[in-house]
């Protein structure tokens, strides 16, 4: 590690303790942005990266609420104002246990360059709270988003900072977050994004995650004269993302033979078909079920239950050439990343945000494989959250087909970014250098110009 990156991550770790997805997420961007920062003191004297790595502003608040029993409940509500050099603060909002201030930061860090690469005009955050929708009744739900609104609706805005969805946080519970806004305020404004189709939400905003890291991929194998046509593709998570990574494989001839939840995993070797992709979205969206019940339903696929103490994930041990990772943070270690690469596996486009642990970066990097991270990969979703934000804007709404034609061509638009910033600084094909430098450079123009605030 050079001496620059080996101090600034020392001076991270003491202002952030105990927050090491956090730390991850930086060493990644310091150590690709070194080639820019040689060959730009200006950005190192005026201390850009260090400016970026403290966030504007952080939030956070007590959400109490009333369960179904009568028992009072309290959670902790955060939202994490990254950076709004090129635009309104803009990124989702995680409902999980496991949220905490450490992976809001690193998910709002990542929001940064992912934002400035779609080339719209938005800055970054991310919120969330460590509430769990899962088992949880409509109406608990409801309780639990009007409260955390209650307090979130101060500080955000059309112009300010405007929240979507993630983990946990889906079309139902925007919905009522969104209620509460529109009561507290007395107005209609696109204020999140990810809204319902009647009240001003756009057409594909639901499958751009997923579309747009399925492009992605495709776009990289376009630089090896191949395609997704006939090619096993494993996908982990059963969530929004996974969902609709499956759906675009299908349009474009892939096969998608695997699917995930936190308990475990389903192995199709036929591969998971619209009409399989069907019931998935009924047992995830509406009866909100395990993926177990998969394997219950057609005959031909397997399920295996996640052994939290095994050293590698079987998922990621199956012969194929692609991978789609759509669950969470850190689910590919090095050994999984290794078991790919010997298993076949040439191209990842992360549909999840930072799945890989940094060694299994490396093992992908080394190898020269087809590897796209997530904040390149999966930026088709705050992408089209921005188209969203214009229709609201303009009063107007795009139909399908132009939101779709919009969206591959800012992925297509990512990708040529990624390749032409990796090229010019000399690691030609390092989507990882590519997409830290080029998200890196718009932001930190912005921050010059704009002067010391
Ligand atoms: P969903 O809540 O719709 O789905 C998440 C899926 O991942 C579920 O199948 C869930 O299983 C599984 N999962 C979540 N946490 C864990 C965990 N700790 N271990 C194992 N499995 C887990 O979320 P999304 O599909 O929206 O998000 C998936 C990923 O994509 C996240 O990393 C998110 O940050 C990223 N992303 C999402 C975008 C979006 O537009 N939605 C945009 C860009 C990135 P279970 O139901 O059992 O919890």
Not at 32 to 55: C, F, G, M, N, T
Not at 106 to 117: D, G, M, P, T, Y
Not at 421 to 431: M, Q, R
């Amino acid at each position: 590690m050079s001496k620059y990156v080996s101090d600034l991550m020392a001076m991270v770790k003491a202002k952030n303790p105990a927050e090491p997805e956090f730390h991850q997420a930086v060493q990644e961007v310091a150590e690709s942005l070194l080639l820019v920062l040689d060959k730009h003191p200006e950005y190192r004297s005026a201390k850009i990266l260090e400016r970026i790595i403290e966030p504007e502003r952080l939030i956070m608040f007590r959400v109490p609420w009333v369960d179904d029993r009568g028992e009072v409940q309290v959670n902790r509500g955060f939202r994490i104002e990254m950076n709004s050099a090129i635009g309104p603060y803009k990124g989702g909002l995680r409902f999980h246990p496991s949220v905490n201030l450490g992976i809001l930061k690193f998910l709002a860090f990542e929001q940064v360059f992912k934002n400035s690469l779609t080339t719209l005009p938005m800055g970054g955050g991310k919120g969330g709270s460590d509430f769990d929708p899962k088992g949880k009744s409509d109406n608990e739900v409801m309780a639990f988003c009007q409260s955390f609104m209650c307090e979130l609706f101060r500080h955000i805005g059309p112009d300010t900072d405007v929240p979507a969805g993630d983990i946990g946080v889906g079309g139902r519970e925007i919905g009522y977050m969104f209620g509460m806004y529109r009561k507290l305020r007395n107005e209609f404004t696109g204020v999140l994004t990810g809204k319902g189709l009647n009240w001003g939400g756009s057409l594909i905003r639901p499958e751009a995650t997923g579309y747009g890291a399925v492009y992605f991929a495709q776009e990289m194998l376009s630089t090896r004269n191949d395609s997704l046509k006939a090619k096993t593709c494993l996908v982990s998570g059963s969530g929004n993302v996974a969902q609709y990574t499956v759906e675009k494989l299908n349009h474009l001839g892939g096969k998608a033979v695997t699917l995930s939840d936190s308990n475990g995993f389903i192995h199709d070797p036929e591969g998971i078909s619209p009409e399989k992709l069907a019931f998935v979205m009924d047992l995830k969206n509406v009866r909100r079920g395990r993926i177990k019940e998969y394997a219950d339903k057609f005959k031909g696929a397997v399920y295996a239950a996640i052994d939290p103490k095994a050293d590698h994930s079987p998922l990621w041990n199956i012969k194929a050439q692609c991978a789609f990772p759509s669950a969470t943070q850190n689910e590919i270690n090095a050994k999984d990343a290794q078991n790919l690469v010997q298993n076949g596996v040439f191209v990842v486009s992360e549909g999840a945000n930072m799945p890989t642990v940094p060694e299994g970066v490396n093992i992908f990097v080394d190898k020269k494989i087809l590897y796209g991270p997530g904040k390149a990969a999966n930026a088709g979703g705050v992408s089209t959250s921005g188209l969203e934000m214009s229709q609201n804007s303009m009063r107007l709404a795009w139909s399908r087909e132009e939101v779709d034609a919009k969206l591959h061509d800012i992925m297509k638009r990512i990708h040529k970014a990624c390749v032409e910033a990796s090229a010019a600084y000399g690691t030609a094909g390092n989507y990882v250098n590519g997409a830290n430098i080029a998200g890196f450079l718009k932001v930190a123009n912005a921050m010059m110009d704009q002067g010391i605030v």
